[in-house]
């Protein structure tokens, strides 16, 4: 089992300027074939960019090159990006998911109070502004979650219909229904701590990680204090 990690939206700060940061998503090796862990910034958007894009173009610092789109790093790789069968999305803020028109045959899997989030048309919390209809408006099928069914070290856990085992885990904060993804390896845990990882790290300024990763940023310390290293946690912003 392979994992691959693709930087899918380069974004760097304006400020503080040493905060170089890019969009990981997963392309992951499964029983269902090729399953992508989110999908950055989709071509549609390079052609004709949203208004969160343009603004993004303003506030950060992005080459805005479409080599980057996951579409693209998968063909460049040899794979056909029509084999990817399957998306998982730990949430569905533009950056995460604007590429799903890119794989429209993919089934897509997400926790469902982030999917009512982003159909029901009410702005609750200020980063909601992130979600746009564009990206589904191809209609994808949807595969939706919310019954946790298992436990990953202390974490809630929901399982997912894959080998290796895969299981999303609720981190809400940084939007209604955010999730990390738990991979098992043949060497361990590989934690996908999504928009909640920025707690994590020591270069994220503390009011940036209080203002995004919100309640979430207690689950990935706790992560980090349990797995004692045996585990490895990635964060999507990384630099």
Known sequence: MTIRMLNCFTCNARWPSTL????????????????????????????????????FRIITIVPFNPTEAAFNQIKKMGFDPNDVKNIILTHMHFDHCSGLADFPKARVHV????YH????????Q???????PRYIAHKPEFVLYDQVDSKWYEFDAIRLPFEPEIYLIPLFGHSRGHCGVAIKTSTGWFFHAADAGAAYDNETPKWLIKLYARSARRGTARFHEITSGSSCLQQPHVS
């Open 20 to 55: 170089k940061t890019g969009m990981v998503c997963l392309l992951i090796d499964t029983n269902k074939g090729l399953t992508l862990v989110d999908t950055g910034l989709g071509l549609d958007d390079y052609h004709n960019p949203t208004w969160m894009t343009l603004m």
């Open 117 to 124: 989030a982003f159909t029901e048309g009410r702005i609750r």
């Open 111 to 114: 926790y469902r109070g982030e």
């Open 126 to 132: 200020f980063t909601e502004f992130c979600l746009h």
